[in-house]
């Protein structure tokens, strides 16, 4: 069984005061930065727009794992996953940039009236 000594206390209250540290700037940039989308409603438009593309997208990620791609003729190689992956995305973005599922409206219309608060 090792033993902890004072210096690796020291050290690691420093890594946890460093690390508080680290997250609380996260948190001072996200709120900047969505300060300054909540008041721009192009960039708000443009925020939920690409929210709802990265949305669709995960959706189709999921909805792959499903099928079972050893049952085919052909083995996948990781260049056609990372193909697969990248077509995802870009249909992804054409669906959201094009009439989309509704859920940047949504949230556009949700964030914008909250601002008028």
Do not use: H, P, W
């Not at 192009?42 to 050893?70: G, H, Q, V």
């Amino acid at each position: 069984m090792n033993s902890i000594n004072a210096s690796d206390l020291i050290n690691l209250n420093l890594g946890n005061s460093l690390n508080i540290k680290s997250q609380n700037n996260k948190v001072d940039d996200f709120s900047s930065v969505f300060n300054k989308v909540i008041n721009d409603d192009n960039e708000l438009k443009k925020a939920c727009k690409e929210f709802e593309s990265y949305f669709i997208n995960l959706t189709f990620k999921e909805m792959r794992k499903t099928i079972n791609y050893s049952e085919g003729i052909i083995k996948r190689s990781s260049a056609e996953e990372i193909f697969q992956s990248m077509l995802d995305e870009e249909t992804a973005k054409n669906i959201s940039e094009s009439s989309g599922i509704g859920l940047a409206n949504m949230m556009y219309e949700q964030l914008s009236n909250n601002k008028s608060k």
